[in-house]
C-alpha cells in the first residue's frame, strides 16, 4: 500500500468513454488482431457481442472471452510494440479534449493521478506513462514469454475497481478525492470520491 500526505488529493479516472470517447478495448482488438485472429474473433464472439449490446451478456466476460481468442500463444515480441503503436498514434485521436484538460489540472495541482480501467495493459502502460500517470487495470498473463490469453489477477472493472485502489492507497492519507466514471461499471469506484462525477456531471 502507497502512503501518501495528508496535503495530496486522489483523482481517479475511469478509461474508456470518460477520458475517451469510444471504447478502445474493441478498436484494439481490431487493430491488433492478424487475418486469422479477426476471422475467429467474427466467428465466435459475434453472436455474443449481440446479447451484450442487448444487455443479456456481461461486459466483463465478453472481454475476458475476447482476449482469450485474440491473445492466446501470441509473442510478447509481437504484441508488445503493437500496443505502444496503438498508445501513440491511436488513443490520442479519440482523447476527449474537456477531459485531458481536467487530467491536465489534477497534474498540475500536485494530485496523485490514477486511470482505473478494465481496459488492457497492453496500450495502458505506455499511455499512462506517456503521461506520467499511475494505473490499475486488466492485466495479461504470460507464460515463455508469450500470452496465454487470461487476465493475471482478473478483470478490473464494478466493485474490484474500488477493491483495487483501496488495496493500493491509504485513502485516509488523502485530503479529498475524486473520481470520473461513465457507466454503472464506475459506480464503486465513484463511491470512494469525496467529488463523484458520472458523464462528466457532478452527482
Not at 39 to 49: D, M
Not at 121 to 150: H, M, Q
Not at 180 to 195: K, N, V
Request: a positive charge; glycine letters at 4%; charged letters at 25%.
Amino acid at each position: 500500500m502507497t502512503d501518501k500526505l495528508s496535503n495530496k488529493n486522489l483523482a481517479l479516472f475511469d478509461f474508456d468513454g470518460t477520458l475517451t470517447d469510444a471504447d478502445m478495448f474493441t478498436k484494439f482488438l481490431k487493430f491488433s488482431a492478424t487475418k486469422k485472429r479477426a476471422w475467429l474473433i467474427r466467428l465466435t464472439l459475434l453472436p455474443l457481442y449481440g446479447f451484450y449490446k442487448l444487455g443479456l451478456f456481461p461486459a466483463p466476460t465478453l472481454r475476458k472471452l475476447a482476449s482469450f481468442v485474440a491473445y492466446k500463444n501470441k509473442p510478447i515480441s509481437f504484441l508488445c510494440p503493437v500496443g505502444e503503436e496503438y498508445a501513440l498514434t491511436v488513443i490520442p485521436k479519440h482523447l476527449r479534449k474537456p477531459a485531458i484538460e481536467r487530467l491536465q489540472w489534477h497534474l498540475e495541482q500536485g494530485d496523485t493521478v490514477v486511470v482505473v480501467s478494465a481496459s488492457i495493459d497492453l496500450y495502458l502502460k505506455p499511455w499512462c506513462r506517456s503521461l506520467g500517470v499511475e494505473l490499475i487495470c486488466s492485466e495479461l498473463a504470460i507464460k515463455n514469454d508469450k500470452f496465454t490469453g487470461l487476465y493475471l489477477n482478473g478483470d478490473v472493472s464494478n466493485h474490484t475497481k474500488a477493491e483495487r485502489v483501496k488495496s493500493m492507497f491509504n485513502l485516509d492519507q488523502f485530503k479529498r478525492i475524486y473520481a470520473y466514471g461513465d457507466t454503472p461499471e464506475d459506480h464503486a469506484l465513484l463511491s470512494l470520491a469525496d467529488e463523484q462525477y458520472m458523464n462528466w456531471v457532478k452527482q
